[in-house]
């Protein structure tokens, strides 16, 4: 180890043997044992490559002015982020691609981005963000990237080749703008999950009513044929703000999506509403036994309380599957799917509304 120290302007260096990593334990040449390293490591020649690690001929009955050599290597990574300002007449997204070089280093590259489900040899498909570069001669300007990157689709994934040149740098993040800022509607709905389990038995529970959330969902518009529509979204991050009375942004919400095809609409879950209060309890149940099946009949009661100044509405969904289904309730139930049923809950300003049902469920 280099100590740091010197001797007549000679650096000074010490011997010790490392007897553990985790942590890093060292014992030093009088024996005792230090949790901290004595000094800078040093290493003999032999342990460390010096020369290069590949040699690579090529024949050729033609010559060539130049050649192009890939490899794959590991090390560097992206992901994509997303800004949504929610406004009264519509909302402002821009998607921003974040790259991190981890260990790698490039210096004057393109790069190019590839999102999707991208299979790999002895691994299952799964989404996967992959990050190409191209060393070139030019420099890079500051490392920042310019303008907005070009999408194109290539197979089944997209890719999106980023403007100008970068030089990637460990432990340095290179941002690039995925598209231009786009406007679009939006829309808010508030949820609150049923009780009844999607598999296995309904059992029996107590008599006291429960708080549930009531769960607070955006919706971002993307309608065909329009430039926000249009776009393909990679999987990412979303932050949602909303300006205050002094339109002063707040972050009101994170969330996160999948990848999303152009036409498809980004559902976003924010959190649970702060003037909205959800109660649930059972009220009746029954069995009875048919052959080798159990049916279960029971009443539930939801009773949702609203803060707010004007009418809100609530949806109230119960997912089950196999055999089920609501035999009575208050209010229309809407069957969604096979699965799922939905109760829209109309519940007034500075007031409560109660939904009561009841479902018969086989198992």
């Known amino acids: 180890f280099l100590t740091g120290s010197t001797t007549n302007g000679v ?3 010490t011997r010790a043997l490392v007897i553990g990593v985790s942590p890093e334990r060292f ?16 290493y003999p020649a032999e342990l460390v490559l010096g020369d290069p690690t590949l040699a690579l001929a090529v024949r050729t009955g033609n010559p060539q002015p130049s050649l192009r050599i890939g490899y794959f290597t590991q090390g560097a990574a992206w992901n994509a982020s997303y ?4 406004g009264k007449n519509g909302s402002r997204v821009s998607g921003l691609a974040s790259i991190a ?9 393109d790069i ?19 990050v190409m570069a191209k060393a070139m001669d030019a420099r890079a300007e500051n490392g920042v990237a310019q303008g907005f990157a070009d999408e194109q689709q290539i197979g089944e994934a997209h890719l999106y080749t980023i403007p100008g040149k970068i030089s990637l740098e460990p432990g340095v993040t290179t941002g690039v703008a995925l598209f231009e800022p786009a406007t679009t509607p939006w829309d808010r709905s508030y949820v609150v999950r049923g009780q009844i389990p999607y598999y296995g038995m309904l059992q029996q529970v107590g008599n006291d009513e429960n708080v549930v959330p009531v769960e607070v969902w955006y919706t971002l518009k993307r309608t065909p044929k329009t430039p926000f529509g249009d776009l393909p979204l990679p999987m990412g991050t979303y932050r949602l703000y909303q300006g205050d009375d002094a339109n002063r942004l707040q972050l009101i919400g994170e969330s996160s999506a999948g990848h999303t095809a152009p036409g498809r609409d980004v559902r976003l879950s ?4 702060f003037d909205l209060t959800a109660k649930r309890i059972q009220t009746t149940y029954s069995t009875r036994r048919d052959s080798t099946r159990t049916i279960a009949t029971a009443d539930f009661k939801v009773t949702i309380t609203s803060a707010k100044d004007s009418a809100t509405t609530v ?5 089950r599957a196999g055999e089920w289904s609501v035999l009575s309730s208050s209010l229309p139930a809407e069957k969604v ?6 109760f829209r809950v109309r519940v007034p300003g500075k007031g409560e509304a109660v939904l009561t049902y009841r479902v018969r469920v086989v198992w």
């Open 337 to 342: 799917s096979s699965t799922r049923t939905r």
């Open 315 to 319: 949806e109230v969904l119960e997912d």
């Open 112 to 130: 190019q981005l590839l999102a999707g489900s991208v299979g790999r040899a002895g691994q299952q498909p799964r989404e996967r963000d992959m």
């Open 101 to 109: 070089s981890g260990s790698l280093r490039v210096n004057d590259a």
């Open 83 to 86: 800004t949504v300002v929610l």
């Open 27 to 42: 014992r030093r040449a009088d024996g005792r044992v230090s949790f901290q390293r004595p000094g800078l490591p040093l």
């Open 11 to 13: 650096p000074d260096t």
């Open 270 to 273: 924010a959190g649970s509403a």
